[in-house]
């Protein structure tokens, strides 16, 4: 009988970290293909706050292969408790939560591109930092900005070809989420 690890190790895409993504592999879900699909994913993420930090690090966990990281924020002591890729070193220096965030990313999975942007999403620069993304999460805490994302998505989305985005939001013991395909399911405008 073959090893857990042997088993995985046949299974992995070439030059992936055998070890690390083996649980991945063997779960059908996601498999060979799905692993080699987050490899090659861009996903970007507009805020590193509570939502933010803890979907960076998931993702860049599970080894989705580039993450672009917006926030104009930096790290204070009230974060701490909640913020899960930041620490008292960070807030004592006031590190850009972008930065700070691209820095323990880096701490358990250096084969993650982290391109940190220490900037708030507005019109003028929405098209440079988000060009190269799969997949955009919002998780920002004002409407003017997802509405910006939402416009963006729906304008970069062509026929069959939608630039998905999710709506996330946690206030208190409250959240919501929204998964958007522009042209295949309403848009936050649509609804809002």
């Known amino acids: 009988m073959q090893s857990a690890n042997t088993l995985a ?9 055998a070890d690390r993504y083996s649980r991945q592999v063997l779960f059908a879900p996601i498999g060979e293909a799905g692993q080699q699909r987050l490899a090659a994913a861009t996903v970007a993420i507009v805020g590193c706050g509570a939502t933010g930090a803890a979907a960076a690090a998931l993702l860049a966990r599970a080894g989705v292969g580039t993450l672009i990281l917006i926030d104009r924020d930096f790290v204070e002591q009230s974060n701490l408790q909640r913020q899960v890729l930041f620490d008292e070193a960070d807030a ?5 939560k972008a930065e700070a965030a ?17 900037a708030d999403l507005v019109p003028d620069n929405i098209h440079a ?6 997949l955009i999460l919002d998780a920002t ?4 900005t997802r509405y910006l994302i939402n416009d ?18 946690a206030v208190g013991a409250y959240a919501a989420t929204m998964n958007i395909l522009p042209g295949e399911t309403a848009c936050l405008a649509c609804l809002f």
């Open 102 to 118: 691209r820095h323990q990313i880096a701490r358990f999975n250096g084969d993650v591109q982290v391109h940190a942007h220490v």
């Open 92 to 96: 004592e220096a006031a590190t850009p």
């Open 9 to 17: 190790e046949a299974h992995v895409p070439p030059g992936a970290d």
């Open 129 to 134: 930092l988000l060009a190269n993304a799969d």
């Open 141 to 144: 805490d004002n409407f003017e």
């Open 152 to 169: 963006y998505a729906v304008q970069q989305s062509g026929p069959g070809k939608p630039l998905p985005w999710i709506y996330a939001a």
